[in-house]
């Protein structure tokens, strides 16, 4: 849903003329800017009626109209991307940066279809581009640590994330990623105070929640915890680590029998998991 929104309002650029003399050197007569203009909206409606296939077939005769418009395939790239499509995706946003080799957010859309490609080292060279062009650009700060995270690298992965919060201070995603590396280096306070923040934006989100929730358990304050992880477990039923900590937070709070079913739960849903298994024999006993 979130892709398609970006979608329909990079089309509404193009319905209003505002495709630039450097990304568009093919210079369009003025009939021809009326008939782009004309598939544009068309494309946008069928994004606002959630017909991809149609946006897409569309987004695919404007850059047939426009080939040497960055902009054009640029933004066929993103609907490509959100199709699932993301080896056309990626050769859209090349073809992209050949036109304007410093286009920004083609460098960053490249690197998001390079990160879903299994590419992340890739993914980093175009993100360290993007944001030596514009290191005040939230979204690139954010994939690169997203990507770094992927990579091993957590400090670097959290620098970026503090550099993203430079750039805003309230980005629910960043204080989120943040806290998550907080809570795994085992400082459970700094962490709840970003978690704070983040709930106070975002009360229903799941992971914020779930996140506290450990926070809690880890500062040992089990009805606390209770509270956040059967909030997050009533809304990521298909998480075992959810349930996992809700066992562990339940038999923190003697509800011994609540805390079995939470690790059997979290047990059928990973049943892989040594550490699930090892709890539900111990809550058995």
Same mark, same amino acid.
């Given at each position: 849903?979130?892709?398609?929104?970006? =979608?329909?309002?990079?089309?509404?650029?193009?319905?209003?003329?505002?495709?630039?003399?450097?990304?568009?050197?093919?210079?369009?007569?003025?009939?021809?800017?009326?008939?782009?203009?004309?598939?544009?909206?068309?494309?946008?409606?069928? =994004?606002?009626?959630?017909?991809?296939?149609?946006?897409?077939?569309?987004?695919?005769?404007?850059?047939?109209?426009?080939?040497?418009?960055?902009?054009?395939?640029?933004?066929?790239?993103?609907?490509?991307?959100?199709?699932?499509?993301?080896?056309?995706?990626?050769?859209?946003?090349?073809?992209?940066?050949?036109?304007?080799?410093?286009?920004?957010?083609?460098?960053?859309?490249?690197?998001?279809?390079?990160?879903?490609?299994?590419?992340?080292?890739?993914?980093?060279?175009?993100?360290?581009? &993007?944001?030596?062009?514009?290191?005040?650009?939230?979204?690139?700060?954010?994939?690169?640590?997203?990507?770094?995270?992927?990579?091993?690298?957590?400090?670097?992965?959290?620098? &970026?994330?503090?550099?993203?919060?430079?750039?805003?201070?309230?980005?629910?995603?960043?204080?989120?990623?943040?806290?998550? =590396?907080?809570? &795994?280096?085992?400082?459970?306070?700094?962490?709840?105070?970003?978690?704070?923040?983040?709930?106070?934006?975002?009360?229903?989100?799941?992971?914020?929640?779930?996140?506290?929730?450990?926070?809690?358990?880890?500062?040992?304050?089990?009805?606390?915890?209770?509270?956040?992880?059967?909030?997050? &477990?009533?809304?990521?039923?298909?998480?075992?680590?959810?349930?996992?900590?809700?066992?562990?937070?339940?038999?923190?709070?003697?509800?011994?029998?609540?805390?079995?079913?939470?690790?059997?739960?979290?047990?059928?849903?990973?049943?892989?998991?040594?550490?699930?298994?090892?709890?539900?024999?111990?809550?058995?006993?």
């Amino acid at each position: 849903m979130r892709r398609r929104a970006v =979608i329909a309002v990079a089309l509404a650029a193009l319905l209003a003329g505002c495709v630039g003399p450097d990304r568009r050197p093919d210079r369009p007569t003025a009939a021809e800017v009326e008939r782009r203009q004309r598939l544009g909206a068309e494309a946008q409606e069928a =994004i606002e009626r959630h017909d991809l296939p149609r946006a897409l077939a569309i987004l695919d005769r404007l850059a047939a109209e426009a080939p040497r418009s960055a902009e054009v395939h640029h933004r066929y790239g993103l609907a490509l991307a959100a199709a699932g499509r993301l080896g056309e995706a990626e050769a859209q946003q090349r073809r992209a940066l050949e036109l304007d080799k410093d286009y920004v957010d083609a460098m960053v859309a490249l690197a998001e279809a390079l990160d879903r490609l299994g590419r992340p080292g890739d993914a980093l060279k175009q993100l360290d581009g &993007a944001i030596e062009l514009d290191p005040r650009r939230l979204d690139a700060q954010l994939a690169a640590g997203r990507v770094l995270e992927a990579l091993g690298r957590p400090d670097d992965a959290l620098a &970026a994330y503090f550099r993203a919060l430079e750039v805003e201070p309230s980005s629910t995603p960043a204080l989120l990623r943040v806290a998550t =590396i907080q809570l &795994a280096r085992d400082r459970p306070d700094q962490a709840l105070a970003r978690l704070d923040q983040v709930v106070e934006q975002a009360p229903d989100d799941p992971e914020a929640r779930f996140r506290r929730g450990q926070a809690y358990l880890a500062l040992r304050q089990p009805a606390r915890a209770v509270g956040e992880l059967e909030f997050a &477990a009533r809304r990521l039923p298909d998480r075992p680590d959810v349930f996992y900590h809700l066992a562990l937070a339940l038999d923190a709070a003697h509800r011994r029998p609540e805390a079995l079913r939470a690790a059997e739960r979290a047990e059928r849903l990973a049943p892989d998991s040594a550490a699930t298994r090892s709890l539900s024999r111990r809550l058995r006993r």
